[in-house]
């Protein structure tokens, strides 16, 4: 089975900037998580950054 790093929050943890998830509803992820092998991963949190955080937010540019 195909392991697939997918990111936690994604997957229904509260890991974001502001403590929330942003589980999509979409049968192709769902598909997808149904068929490999999941790894879950944060790269916020593994970086040591807390829940909640500020947002980042780009200033004075176009990105």
Known sequence: M???LVSACMLGC???YN???LKPS????????KNHKIVSFCPEVSAGLPIPRI???IQ????
Request: hydrophobic letters at 30%.
């Open 26 to 33: 979409n049968n192709d992820f769902d598909r997808l998580i």
């Open 55 to 57: 947002p980042a937010e």
């Open 2 to 4: 195909t392991k697939v």
């Open 60 to 63: 004075c540019g176009v990105g």
């Open 14 to 16: 509260k890991v974001r």
């Open 19 to 21: 403590g929330s998830d």
